[in-house]
């Protein structure tokens, strides 16, 4: 995904590509979230498959602080607070990572009888990485539409590319937009099969994103690779530094 960031591709304007709405759609979403959105709490649910295995649903209580640098004012560096939820094994468990401080290590306090304990460790640690795809550092509903954007960069070498892309469609209580992309032969230019994006544009109060790998066989169902869902999202609440200090 870092690698298609940087990758510079020929502007695009929705008729070349079948992927090119998507990235269009992805760069504008991105500059108003950018524009608008200074800090927001949200209710992330994630589902991962990991070396072969789909692990259990979590649910997590979010509070992310957007990276802000405004003329006159010190720079506000990302900044990320979870609260574990879900499953009963991780139920209380924080974890804090805020950019540039704690030597950029994340800081884990755990729940129960381990609740005395703070851990410090490196985001792309071991342990850290434990039952996780992506490290912390990557979470975020901004940092979600800039892989949106990356991987349709990446697609946009290929063929072997078939889009539907869907306004003002019920997602649950709400209305957004949802688009379906799927890679119809398996190839190792993909990494993945059909990935699925849900937003609601007005206010980002809901984002799904999940993608699946090829069925085994023609007809049966693709298997999970990956799903995160940011809902319940209350945009610019007003965070504060205390919001995200260990202490």
Known sequence: DHEAEQRVVQPVDGSDHPVDPVIKFARESLARFQQDVVDYTATMIKR??????????????????????????????????????DPVGQKGREVIWVEGENDGNI???????LGFKRLSLKPTGVLAMVGNRYPITEMGIERLLE?????GKRDRQYGNCEVQFSRDVLLG????????ITHPQKSQDHGFFRAEIELETSN?????????????????????LEEYI??????????????FDPD
């Open 204 to 224: 980002f109060a809901y984002l799904r994103y999940s993608a699946y790998d090829w069925p085994v066989e023609v007809g049966q169902p693709a298997p999970l």
């Open 107 to 113: 800081i884990v306090h755990e729940a129960g009888l």
């Open 173 to 180: 209580e709400l209305r957004g937009v949802r688009i379906v």
């Open 147 to 151: 892989k949106m954007i990356a991987r």
């Open 48 to 85: 991962e498959r990991i070396e072969g295995e789909l692990l259990p649903t979590t649910t997590m209580f979010t509070r992310i602080r957007n990276p802000l640098q405004r003329e006159g004012d010190a720079p506000v560096p990302l900044s990320i607070y979870i609260r574990f939820d």
């Open 230 to 243: 940011y809902q319940d999202v209350k945009l610019n609440p007003g965070l504060v530094d205390s919001a």
